[in-house]
């Protein structure tokens, strides 16, 4: 199919699927927030009448017993629980198998993930395959694909963040096939968001800085593209703002309390928007680089967003400047001002020391662009309502300007 042809049947593709999902029943999680909230999670869960959670968590946050305010409570009140402690950044097809074994042997009945997105997702991934014993993780690739209940899954998110404690989405990746995909599914929703600013208080900076940015572009993502409600807007907005006014304290002095939570507010709000008005083509591009060289999510979005926004040109300048204008951002034109917002973004990328190129460790080869653009395309095309559909020859491009 033409690029013309392909850009009219993915404008009316798109216009069905808002027409769908405004028909879906959009579950919101139950929010437990405040400093300490962690611990409260032992007694609700003898309030549901549930007898033995999974905990699923990273290498590095087993380790340091990120978990332990609550472990400790349920020690206390005799609840007898499991913990899954190898996900790995980025987590893998494997990582939801042992963590579905252990669940399965074990005799468990509910999931609480503790970590970044990375925990999060293999939790999700794990609830799928409970939910779904007969089916592998491929089958329920891409759209609602999961289709039955999932365990009741508390979301813990220590970044913030991706969002992921309020989303539809898993994110997954097969090593072997050198394949990061999505499943999205209303059942992939957790029951419950715990918030509690104090997991996120020892986050090295630089996990801080890039996890803060993947929440501005998932929150920047949602508001320029094309299938806002009037809710999607409020939260993309609202994180916005929050992030302007939140992020680099919580990069200068971790434990300020009232930052920390602000941030984890922004990435329950970008979340809220983004799963329902979709991300774009930075999400895409970045999902291709995470899968191919294990870029973590957050760094690559924070490079490419203000590329990608730059690429947009016209087409974004409207959305743009209304961004330039909650965040106080002056400039006499749209144009002018969706341009000084992007130098914002660039300005707060520098002050957090993340550079404009992907190199070193984790270096973007020339070989590699067409399958990596390809990839990256056909993420984006038809399902995100972006505001410009650019070509695999176009996002090529933007792959060579962040090519250390
Ligand atoms: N499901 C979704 O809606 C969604 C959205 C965006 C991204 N993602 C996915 O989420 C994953 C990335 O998640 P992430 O950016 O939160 O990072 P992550 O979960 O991979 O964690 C990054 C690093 O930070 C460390 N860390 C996390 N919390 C910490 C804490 N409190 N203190 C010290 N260290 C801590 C982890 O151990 C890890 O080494 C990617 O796989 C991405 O594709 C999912
Ligand atoms: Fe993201």
Request: a neutral charge; glycine letters at 8%.
């Amino acid at each position: 199919m033409g690029l013309n042809k392909c850009k009219l049947f993915d404008r009316a593709f798109q216009k069905v699927m808002y027409v769908g999902l405004a028909m879906m029943h959009w579950r919101e999680p139950e929010k437990i927030m405040g400093a300490g909230s962690l611990k409260t999670v032992a007694a609700k869960l003898g309030e549901l009448g549930l007898n033995h959670p999974l905990i699923v968590t990273d290498g590095y946050l087993h380790s340091i017993r990120i978990y332990a305010p609550l472990t400790d409570e349920m020690d206390r009140l005799g609840i007898p629980y499991s913990i899954y402690g190898e996900a790995v950044p980025n987590p893998t097809v494997h990582n939801i198998a042992a963590a579905y074994k252990l669940y399965t042997e074990e005799g468990c009945d509910c999931l609480i993930a503790i970590g970044g997105g990375s925990s999060m997702d293999c939790a999700k991934g794990c609830g799928a395959q409970v939910a779904n014993p007969n089916r592998t993780l491929a089958q329920m690739k891409g759209l609602l694909k999961v289709r039955k209940n999932i365990p009741t899954l508390f979301a813990v998110p220590t970044t913030a963040g991706t969002g992921s404690e309020v989303t539809v989405t898993a994110v997954i990746t097969n090593p072997e096939k050198r394949d990061k995909y999505l499943m999205n599914d209303l059942h992939l929703i957790p029951h419950y968001a715990v918030l509690d600013p104090t997991l996120t208080y020892d986050l090295p900076k630089h996990v801080t800085s890039t996890t803060g940015m993947d929440t501005l572009t998932h929150a920047v993502e949602a508001y320029i593209g094309s299938a806002n409600t009037k809710r999607t807007k409020e939260n993309a907005l609202a994180a916005v703002k929050l992030v302007f006014e939140n992020l680099l304290t919580a990069y200068e002095d971790g434990h300020n309390e009232e930052a920390r939570q602000n941030m984890q507010v922004a990435s329950y709000r970008a979340g809220l928007a983004f799963t329902r008005a979709y991300v774009g083509t930075v999400h895409a591009l970045a999902h291709a680089i995470g899968g191919f060289y294990g870029v973590p999510h957050g760094l690559a979005n924070a490079v490419l967003l203000p590329v990608v926004l730059r690429a947009y040109g016209k087409s974004a300048h409207k959305k743009l400047a209304e961004l330039a204008d909650l965040v106080g951002i002056k400039g006499e034109t749209a144009e002018e001002k969706a341009n000084a917002f992007i130098a914002a973004i660039e300005d707060l990328n520098k002050k957090m020391e993340i550079g404009d190129k992907i190199g070193g460790k984790w270096k973007i080869l020339d070989e590699d662009l067409p399958a990596l653009a390809k990839h990256a395309f056909d993420e984006t095309n038809p399902l995100y309502p972006v505001p410009k559909i650019l070509s695999e020859k176009e996002l090529i491009g933007l792959y060579k300007l962040i090519q250390e």
